[in-house]
């Protein structure tokens, strides 16, 4: 398995600010994934991160918004910038182990913008 | 287009209870199935993987099998306990790239001591 390190667990941010997500893998990955999980909802792609090349976002999701930074094999960044009450969700990074596809997921932040 | 559902959407249930919980797909042509475990405003940890050519997984208490031509998945729960309470989701992977899953709803499990 595939052990994530996700921080931060949880924020309260005003609106109007950014926050930055980071996530840290043990083992080197070619590819990262962002998801949102709205209150209720189940999970939304927003990006996946490549090493060495920008994010491609999925439809609804913007670069403005969402600028992901993809440093190295093991540690990628999510900014959800300039936000609002309707940015508050809970937010996770996934990678896959090879070979078997099977996916793994961090702790999630959850994010409350008042 | 493939939709994934979840029923039921949740589930009380007294410890020790042996429980089913079913995820059907619209589409047959999948790569694989995974389950997951979702605890309250946390991430999701994997209980098992199901390739398209397998029937089934076991986990300890855990045991998932796969009908690929019916587009139906179950994840079955042996002698439940009180920490089973959580968010069960099953995740259609579409194909063998990127991670284009096709999430389900998932079903609410409360085992009560």
């Known amino acids: 398995s595939a052990v994530i390190s996700q921080k931060p667990s949880r924020d309260i941010c005003q609106r109007g600010t950014s926050l930055t997500i980071q996530c840290q893998v043990d083992s080197q990955v070619t590819m990262m994934f962002w998801y949102r999980q709205q209150p209720g909802q189940s999970l939304t792609l927003i990006a996946t991160?490549?090493?060495?090349?920008?994010?491609?976002?999925e439809s609804g999701f913007v670069i403005d918004k969402f600028p992901i930074s993809r440093p190295n094999l093991t540690f990628s960044t999510l900014t959800v910038s300039n936000m609002s009450p309707e940015d508050s969700s809970i937010y996770l990074c996934?990678?896959?182990?090879?070979?078997?596809?099977?996916?793994?997921f961090g702790q999630g932040t959850r994010l409350t913008v008042v | 287009k493939q939709e994934v559902t979840q029923i039921p959407a949740a589930l009380s249930v007294p410890e020790g209870e042996n429980l089913v919980l079913n995820c059907s797909f619209t589409d047959s042509a999948i790569y694989n199935l995974q389950w997951f475990r979702q605890d309250p405003g946390k991430g999701l940890t994997s209980l098992l993987l199901i390739q398209s050519s397998q029937r089934e997984q076991t986990s300890g208490r855990l045991n998932a099998s796969l009908d690929k031509s019916s587009g139906r998945s179950t994840l079955y729960i042996a002698a439940s306990q009180p920490g089973d309470s959580a968010t069960y989701l099953c995740a259609v992977r579409r194909e063998n790239y990127g991670q284009n899953f096709v999430f389900g709803p998932g079903t609410r499990l409360s085992v009560l001591p």
């Open positions: 991160a490549n090493q060495g090349s920008e994010a491609t976002y």
């Open positions: 996934s990678v896959d182990r090879q070979g078997a596809r099977e996916a793994f």
